[in-house]
């Protein structure tokens, strides 16, 4: 596999304001897996798209289109098949600082206390154990989870776990956030509340923020652009900007209104025709 | 509901017509608390009389199979007189210490393998058949080779128990790591650790509930090891004792020995249970019938 040599030098270092380390460009990205056949899989071919710095980013796409990948190479976890990921105006080589991931699964350790698991991120820095507690006390307070310190994971709901992971993920102040369908396996009405209270800690923090998704209403919701990625090989078909004000508010209300209604048409008439596309590519191979 | 079932709290209460759940759950509960008592006495009561008495019938003959007096009368020898090689104390201690230091060495050395090979492919696949060759030998055997090579004392025995105890540490150990999950790594990983980080953090806590389940199961290995070392050669132990029992035909010693060893291996598993309970408190309540057994 070759890597071509491309300039690692994003158009924007040249601006190199301050925010600009927040400032994702993926360009030509490109991933191919052998499986364990032995034949080479394209997951995703020749991905493009920019998040300016500060910028809440949906990408959403059918079911295994690349979306998760793309998230991969972004952090640093694995290596681009060709085409490449700076953040700010450094080309990702390996695990790029100021990062932070949250999946769908909890990934929160289910030996430490809700307080151990917050801790982490700071511990990894070197923080100095009290110092960490601090923060991370100040942490489950604003995620609403004061007194609940010395529970561990498996005695909280599943709200109250996303909860954990959310100030896990943000204790740290990463410039960068990555979210793999975060809520996915949450039932609706927590899924509300807890994108209410993620727009509340992302307006205070303002990470940039790629957001994996299949929910195309989370996706309107939440971002200011909307990123359509088409069935396997997954690449980037349609890009939207979400013009919805800032502060979103409710999350529930803004569903209702006009504007939304009309851009999550948009999106959805581009999307279907990938979502119809994917389906028949797996019955096509179920029969 | 009317007003009268409201208590001054504003809480519902049970009107007296009815029984309250608590009560009879209860109730319930002791009933069946009395009767698996019965039940377990009288499992004791049918296999102990049984065999007392098919032995004083004359049906079964006590001189090779013992009998339940016969054991009582020579556990009450072993502790008042002693036995032929010092007091039963002294025998007990010495296989003690021979099952408890082969089992601290098996454990630690099987720890240390087992996570080195579970977090390394290389190493896992170089030592893999040898690993796999050195399984499948009967290990009991090496005991003589140990007894021939070090002699009478303590540690060919510590080493025997050591060698058992291994192998069921070593594999639970290693599976462990392996079964770590992949997230907590990438999410650690992605929040700067290094290596040494994430062993510490998410690989050897995560195996710690594999290798804590393994320590039962070894524990029972180290007694084995111990008393099958004693027999192959010992100048103390209670496998000596067994041994001399054995050659003497005396049964009940015997057995008087094997009640010994199993109340010292219920303390043992015991404490091992609350190693356990200790080490691994932040997992939810196990829903497992075979643990409760």
């Given at each position: 596999m070759s890597i071509p040599t491309r300039p690692p030098v994003a158009p924007s270092a040249q601006r190199g304001s301050a925010d600009d380390a927040a400032r994702i460009d993926i360009v030509g990205l490109t991933k191919r897996y052998l499986t364990p056949k032995g034949e080479t899989f394209t997951a995703i071919r020749d991905v493009s798209l920019t998040v300016e710095p500060g910028q809440f980013c949906a990408i959403v796409g059918p079911t295994g289109c690349g979306k998760s990948t793309t998230l991969a190479q972004v952090s640093g976890l694995e290596h681009p098949s060709a085409g490449y990921v700076s953040v700010g105006s450094q080309r990702v080589e390996g695990i790029t600082s100021g990062v932070s991931y949250m999946f769908q699964a909890d990934s929160l350790f289910p030996w430490k206390t809700v307080l151990g698991n917050v801790m982490m991120g700071p511990i990894l820095l070197g923080t100095p154990k009290t110092q960490a507690t601090k923060l991370a006390l100040d942490w489950l307070r604003r995620v609403g989870l004061s007194g609940f310190e010395d529970r561990y994971p498996h005695q909280l709901s599943g709200g109250m776990r996303k909860r954990v992971s959310m100030a896990a993920a943000l204790i740290n102040r990463p410039r960068i956030l990555l979210m793999d369908e975060p809520f996915g396996a949450l039932d609706v009405q927590t899924k509300a509340i807890m994108q209410g209270e993620l727009l509340q800690l992302w307006e205070e923090l303002r990470p940039s923020v790629l957001f994996i998704t299949h929910d195309l209403d989370e996706a309107v919701t939440l971002s200011d652009r909307v990123v359509i990625m088409t069935s396997s090989p997954g690449t980037v078909k349609d890009i939207f900007d979400i013009d919805l004000p800032?502060?979103?508010?409710?999350v529930q209300a803004i569903r209702h209104e006009e504007r939304f209604l009309e851009l999550q048409g948009q999106i959805w008439d581009s999307l279907k025709e990938e979502v119809t596309r994917a389906y028949a590519q797996t019955a096509g191979a179920a029969a | 509901m009317s007003a009268a079932n409201v208590n001054v709290n504003g809480y519902y209460v049970i009107p007296p017509d009815e029984v309250d759940p608590a009560v009879s759950a209860r109730r319930a509960k002791s009933r069946r608390t009395r009767w698996i008592w019965i039940g377990r006495a009288a499992v004791v009561i049918v296999v102990f009389g049984g065999w007392q008495w098919f032995t004083a019938v004359g049906w079964v003959d006590k001189f090779f199979f013992g009998q339940p007096t016969g054991i009582v009368d020579s556990l009450v020898h072993l502790f008042t007189v002693g036995t032929a090689f010092g007091t039963i104390w002294e025998n007990l201690w010495v296989t003690v210490q021979e099952a408890f230091l082969g089992f601290l060495l098996g454990t630690v050395t099987g720890v240390v393998f087992g996570i080195l090979l579970g977090s390394n492919r290389y190493l896992a696949s170089v030592f893999s058949p040898y690993i796999k060759i050195l399984n499948s030998i009967p290990r009991i055997v090496l005991g003589s080779i140990f007894f021939v090579a070090?002699?009478?004392?303590i540690f060919p025995k510590i080493l025997l128990a050591a060698v058992l105890v291994f192998f069921v540490v070593f594999f639970n150990a290693f599976q462990g790591v392996r079964e770590v999950d992949q997230n907590l790594i990438a999410n650690v990983r992605v929040l700067g650790a290094s290596p040494l980080q994430v062993a510490r953090h998410v690989t050897i806590p995560s195996a710690m509930s594999w290798i804590i389940a393994s320590l039962h199961t070894a524990f029972g290995f180290a007694i084995i090891g111990a008393l099958v070392a004693e027999i192959l050669g010992?100048?103390?132990?209670i496998g000596l004792i067994i041994s001399h029992a054995q050659g003497s035909f005396d049964p009940d010693t015997v057995f008087a020995c094997m009640v010994i060893v199993a109340v010292f291996t219920l303390v043992a598993e015991y404490l091992i249970t609350l190693l356990e309970h200790t080490l691994l408190k932040w997992r939810p309540p196990s829903r497992s019938e075979a643990q409760a057994i």
């Open positions: 800032r502060p979103r508010g409710d | 070090f002699g009478f004392g010992a100048t103390r132990g």
